[in-house]
């Protein structure tokens, strides 16, 4: 705003305040609207605005209410914090009260901002905060702009908000996405940006929750079908229940016909039943389109904790916290947020991620898991995005179909994330965004449909900050983590042993005598639940019918004996491979945790034993 724009705007507030009439385009009208309706609730511009924060628990309880709505805008706010920075603002989620939830962007613009009262667990309505972006947003229902003395108060004369709402698929409000930043700085795309995030998230509100709907994606452009910028309807029959912003606009519609119109009325009839084609509306607009129909074998999940989450003798031994990350864990599947599990070898990354996949709505399709740290790096590349014909020496003459393609329509697992050479993230990085993977030797891309679920147990953030792990493809992977206890956290052990040993036991053996399970239950299990369901099982092979196990029985405990010293025999090469062979076994067979413990490049450790081995059959 110019130095006359800003003299005219004090002016029109002037004669505004002073009971006079403005004349029109003094003041955009969205404003003077706004205006209106905070001197008609008896607010006074020229006052103090004391804002009282929520409690910590009250935050917290603000936060559980909206998180779905975190969730689906986690990565606009990561996205858009780098601008915000760039910008000195700050980017702002509320819900749909305008309650702020999240802050991020400029720690020097925050402080600022948080002097007006401009953070988590404040109020930004037009009720209590005048004119602002997002209050004004919410009640225009529609994008807006706000700057310096445009604000109704006086104190916000500081700030430039540019905001828009965020609807659900059945056009209710959702919340807001606000950037806000200095008043005398230029803030040019701030606006563009903003729509544009909310768009995605939008967007993604559509991900996996109306498979038992018939679900209509279109464009007049065939290439922005699959896209953000497409326009969804979804049907219940041939009503119409839901629909995002482009969609409505493409069908000359608004919110108030989602649940009154039909199909008929907005589509011409068409042989389009599932799969792409063209569709033309009865506006005469002929659309690209992406048609599904109900999947009525696949259950819908809800949020809250379904019934066969519940700990069962066939399942896994999950704690009362796992069933509540279980739970989380669905949710953020079906909204296609990407998950990162953590935890200590053993501790039961992949049987947790499996036991999700079949709680969700890629349930029944592939689960790929595949070990980052397993594959040598020569072969990960290959092993992920498949090759053609003679991409290299020894490669099928068919070529053959990557792990990535393999996972269409499931779940890709990718484990030990933190052990893919940083040369391959960034292409692992590109095909989570563009959903689209290229096969070795120049292959025609292909579109792929999968939901990345990753674990480590690594700390990702420290190799980010140590610049061996993408600070992108962090982000990308890890919008929400997971940490699974290792089993020396657990506070009942005996519990989780004696329910362990109820699968493995022979028949009629009855359970452990109190003693063996108080000193199976006391040991430190490195090796966590792998190491321990391994010993049970052994010892369930061993078990003499009719007779309990004894202490006797029980393998001895290598976390409680004292080493004995170690004498190698042979020459260097000798010496060496048997201090590998050690390490690897210390470490229960983790390639990646043994060569770090000896302090040499994992790929050394394969060609000096899983090679080696290989050349000897």
Same mark, same amino acid.
């Given at each position: ?66 998180? @779905? ?17 760039? @910008? ?40 209590? @905060? ?57 803030? @040019? ?429």
């Amino acid at each position: 705003m110019n130095i006359a724009s800003e003299v005219a705007l004090a002016a029109a507030r002037e004669k505004f305040f002073s009971g006079h009439t403005l004349p029109d385009g003094l003041v955009p009208a969205p404003i003077l609207r706004s205006w209106q309706r905070c001197a008609d609730q008896g607010l006074d511009a020229g006052s103090s605005i004391h804002a009282e924060p929520m409690t910590a628990a009250e935050l917290r309880a603000l936060h559980e209410q909206n998180e @779905t709505l975190r969730l689906l805008s986690r990565s606009e706010l990561v996205s858009l914090r780098i601008e915000a920075k760039l @910008t000195d603002s700050v980017v702002i989620l509320t819900d749909a009260k305008g309650l702020v939830l999240d802050t991020a962007g400029s720690p020097e613009f925050a402080g600022q901002a948080a002097a007006v009262s401009l953070r988590p667990g404040v109020r930004w309505a037009e009720d209590s @905060t005048g004119t602002n972006a997002i209050g004004t947003a919410l009640a225009e229902r529609r994008a807006i702009e706000v700057h310096g003395g445009e604000h109704f108060f006086v104190p916000h004369g500081i700030l430039h908000c540019a905001a828009s709402p965020i609807f659900d698929p059945y056009g209710k409000l959702a919340g807001v996405l606000d950037m806000s930043g200095h008043a005398s700085a230029q803030h @040019t795309h701030a606006m563009g940006l903003i729509r544009l995030a909310v768009e995605q998230i939008e967007h993604r509100f559509f991900s996996g929750r109306f498979d038992d709907m018939t679900v209509v994606r279109f464009h007049r452009n065939a290439d922005l079908v699959g896209t953000a910028r497409e326009g969804i309807l979804v049907f219940n029959g041939d009503q119409l229940v839901a629909g995002n912003r482009r969609a409505l606009h493409f069908a000359g519609l608004d919110r108030k016909a989602l649940r009154k119109a039909t199909r008929e009325e907005i589509f011409e009839a068409s042989g389009l039943g599932s799969g792409s084609g063209e569709l033309r509306g009865r506006n005469g607009e002929r659309y690209f389109a992406s048609l599904s129909q109900p999947r009525a074998t696949v259950p819908r999940v809800t949020g809250t904790l379904p019934r066969q989450v519940s700990p069962a003798k066939s399942g896994p031994v999950f704690t009362r916290q796992t069933l509540a990350d279980l739970a989380r864990a669905i949710r953020l599947v079906n909204a296609e947020v990407p998950l990162l599990i953590t935890g200590e070898t053993g501790a039961g990354k992949e049987v947790f991620a499996r036991h999700l996949a079949g709680l969700t709505s890629r349930a029944g399709k592939p689960f790929i898991a595949i070990n980052c740290a397993a594959l040598p790096e020569s072969l990960i590349e290959s092993e992920l995005f498949g090759y053609e014909a003679g991409a290299f020496t020894g490669a099928r003459k068919s070529g053959a179909k990557g792990l990535v393609q393999q996972a269409e329509g499931g779940i890709l697992f990718l484990d030990e994330i933190g052990d893919m050479p940083l040369l391959l993230q960034s292409r692992l990085l590109r095909v989570l965004q563009d959903k689209e993977v290229a096969p070795l030797g120049g292959g025609t891309p292909h579109k792929t449909d999968f939901m990345p679920i990753c674990a480590t147990n690594r700390d990702l953030k420290a190799m980010v900050e140590a610049g061996t792990f993408r600070a992108d493809l962090y982000f990308r992977v890890a919008q929400y983590t997971i940490a699974l206890p290792s089993l020396s956290e657990l506070p009942d052990r005996e519990a989780v042993v004696a329910n362990l040993w109820s699968r493995y036991a022979p028949a009629n053996s009855g359970p452990l005598p109190q003693a063996v399970l108080a000193n199976l239950a006391a040991r430190r299990w490195p090796g966590n639940f792998r190491e321990l369901a391994g010993t049970l099982r052994a010892l369930a092979a061993l078990a003499e019918p009719g007779i309990p196990i004894a202490l006797a029985d029980l393998p001895q405990d290598p976390t409680s004996a004292s080493p004995s010293p170690i004498i190698y025999q042979g020459d260097l090469g000798s010496i060496t491979e048997a201090t590998m062979r050690r390490a690897v076994s210390q470490h229960q067979g983790n390639i990646s945790a043994a060569a770090r413990a000896l302090n040499i490049d994992r790929s050394t450790l394969y060609r000096r034993l899983v090679w080696k081995q290989s050349d000897t059959h």
